[in-house]
């Protein structure tokens, strides 16, 4: 690198000699220092890039996690509330990585040289909030409106508008009714008063809305009362779990009758029925442990084939899981039952490693589940037709193909085993292909009975038998519910309201939930 001219070694050079060397000076100075900086913007650019490329490979990375955890093997291992939690912290991530990203794309486009390379930052997707909330309009002016030109005020020639989502944080009130009393002020009549309005727990605190609060937060959104309380607490009302249990459990009996009424509906008004069963832990006080009770499903959708009865599930709590509590629950139905065995193919997805085998018998019930899609939600006949025409050659050549791989692998492995399984019953099976009302599967009932698994996570068990059967009354309600596509804490506020008045002595149907959706949306 040069080093700078002195120019006092040269006292006698003329000043128009030294003002040009002074200025040729500055100019390479200028130059230096152009070039200094421009190095550091390449630096910095060069270094945001390598940022931005390691952020691309972390998200990457992120969605090839998230595509295994939701459709890889291990999910078959995972209970549906271990896999949603897990799917719920990696989307978590992946939106962080997301915005890390836009954040070093940004960083990058700044350092640009070029001003008209610099990209500004592209906006989200808009999405529609929903029309029914209310809206709170709030309009920003500029601090002045008045023309430079001097004409006067600017003419409004149109606007932006965006839209956010607001939360309003929950708010307790006390609702204090007051029955004035009136009297002859002569004293020749008696007294006059309005009747108290009819209460739900008469003598309790709890208005219908609040026990319709507490029933969903804990029955649908799966959170316990003792983290209510803490909740509640936090919000100036410290009300105790206990007080908050006794609540629930005197809901929960005046339920009863409106639940039963509802497996009735199911039993006797169905001709195909879904079952399956979860585990549902119970405390056993003398044993200091917790003993193993189930809650049995019951559910009818007749969606798939375009039936007339209304979509609903009712859970039942029994101790175990004997078929003679099968046996006890379906008294009265005659039609056909759908259960997981009939969806045994599933436990071909079971091994631990790859097989050509599985990925045979996967491809095979892809194409079964392709033709089932083209006809959801056709007649019976149509389906049936259809079946007999595509899906009987493809459940023909798919058992003759799993016998001929069943005759060459040891029946003691584990894939042995999963095909010995479905060939067994392969005659439950195959009986959707005679019958369109009947689907291929148990999905149905399988995905109704996630919500009650979601809530034993989070409550780790029942405390009591008793406990576990009023468990099963708020699901069988709000599952039907979310299957009518109705709101439920809507629904179970309207439904202890009519309770307290004495509806269900006046006409129990109308306190099904599918007759509150055909209510409350009579045209569709």
Known sequence: MSQPFDLSQFPDLPPEVVKAFEAAQSELSVERAARQHEQAVVAEKSAFITELKALIAKLESQVQDYRRTKFGPKSEKLDPAQLELALEDLETAIAETQEQIAVAEEKVAASA?????????????????????????RVIEPDS??????????????????????YIPARYQVIATIRPKYACPKGRTGVVQAKAPAHLLEGSWPTEALLAQVAVSKHSEHMPLNRQAVVMARHGVPIDRSVLADWMGRTGALIEPVVEHMAKALIQGSTRLYVDETTAPVLDPGRGKTKTGYLWAVLRDERGWNGPAPPGVVFHYRPGRKGAYADEILTGFNGTIQVDAYGGYTHL??????????????????ALYNVEDAIRGSEPDH???????????????????????????????????????????????RLFL???????????????????????????????????RSWARFASLIGTCKMNGVEPYAYLRD???????GHLDKDIDALMPWAYAEASHPSQ
């Open 145 to 166: 409106i008045t023309c430079p030109c001097g004409c006067g005020d600017m003419v409004r020639i149109g606007e932006d508008r965006a839209e956010r989502l607001d």
């Open 434 to 468: 005679d019958d369109g009302r009947v689907d291929m599967d148990s999905n149905l009932v399988e995905n109704a009975i996630r919500s009650p698994a979601m809530n034993r996570r989070n409550a780790l068990f029942a405390g009591h038998d008793d406990g576990g």
């Open 349 to 366: 997805a079971k091994p631990k490693k790859g097989s050509p085998i599985v990925d045979e018998a996967l491809v095979r019930i892809a």
């Open 383 to 429: 389906r049936r037709a259809v079946r007999q025409n595509l899906s009987r050659p493809l459940v023909d050549e798919f058992f003759t193909w799993l016998a001929a791989q069943a005759a060459r692998i040891s029946r003691k492995s584990e894939l042995g085993e999963a095909l010995a399984y479905m060939l067994r019953r392969q005659d439950g099976f």
């Open 113 to 137: 040289t070029d001003p008209e390379t610099k990209t500004s930052r592209k906006p989200r997707k808009s999405r529609a909030l929903p029309d029914h909330l209310p809206r709170v309009e």
């Open 495 to 501: 439904l202890f309201t009519k309770l307290a008045n």
